[in-house]
């Protein structure tokens, strides 16, 4: 059975001390790995998608990796309005759903 | 543009009671999920539609559960004979097609009295 495994529960880091974000994973083919935002009371906000072993992602102040078994979010000089819940999901072939993870809650102090 | 819209946002219902939850995606999206979201949890996945094809019902938890999608656009999921266990955040997404990034709504916040 496809898991999600995310690291860790929660986080609390001070305005500009960098960090990564954990997700573990087993599917059985993997189509897609999907990283979101979410915030208090709204739907998840689309991040990155990363599709094979080896690609990476930037966006501002956060960037995608991906391995055979893991991805990283990795968070350079956070600001308090990266504060949020971060949530990976996969997608396995021949499967229609998206398998999330239960997300990290990060919290940037200023 | 118009993101996909849920409504209603917040919906306080009593144990046994029916209940209609809406979503509109975006126009032109294909690809229409509906996800569950309980306090602290992960998003589980209820149901996938795709065009005109019959529907991904794998995830529904019971047969109290069931939701349509009417002319490839608007779909309602509606939960008969509500139980306490139902209240969570339902969330709809939309995508153009299978492969490719969701785009989320707002959810409905379901509470069973």
């Known amino acids: 059975e496809d898991q999600v495994t995310q690291s860790p529960e929660a986080l609390r880091l001070q305005e500009g001390e960098s960090s990564s974000l954990n997700c573990s994973y087993t599917?059985?083919?993997?189509?897609?790995l999907f990283w979101y935002r979410q915030d208090p009371g709204k739907g998840p906000e689309f991040l990155f998608t990363l599709y094979s072993a080896g690609e990476e992602k930037e966006k501002e102040r956060l960037k995608a990796t991906l391995t055979k078994k893991e991805s990283f979010l990795h968070i350079t000089a956070p600001k308090p309005e990266d504060s949020a819940t971060y949530l990976c999901a996969v997608q396995a072939r021949g499967n229609n759903d998206m398998r999330f993870g239960a997300g990290t809650r990060l919290t940037v102090k200023p | 543009g118009a993101g996909v819209s849920q409504s209603p946002s917040n919906k306080v219902t009593e144990k046994g009671k029916d209940v209609e939850l809406r979503c509109d995606p975006i126009?032109?999206?294909?690809?229409l999920y509906w996800y569950r979201q309980s306090l602290g949890q992960g998003l589980e996945f209820l149901i996938y539609f795709q065009g005109n094809s019959a529907p991904d019902k794998s995830g529904l938890p019971s047969d109290r559960f069931s939701a349509e999608r009417t002319g490839g656009s608007v779909s309602t999921l509606t939960i008969q004979r509500t139980q306490q266990e139902d209240s969570a955040v339902y969330l709809c997404?939309?995508?153009?097609?299978?492969?490719?990034?969701?785009?989320f709504g707002p959810g409905t916040r379901l509470t069973v009295l």
């Open positions: 126009s032109g999206h294909t690809a």
């Open positions: 599917v059985s083919g993997l189509r897609g």
């Open positions: 997404a939309s995508s153009l097609a299978l492969e490719g990034e969701q785009f």
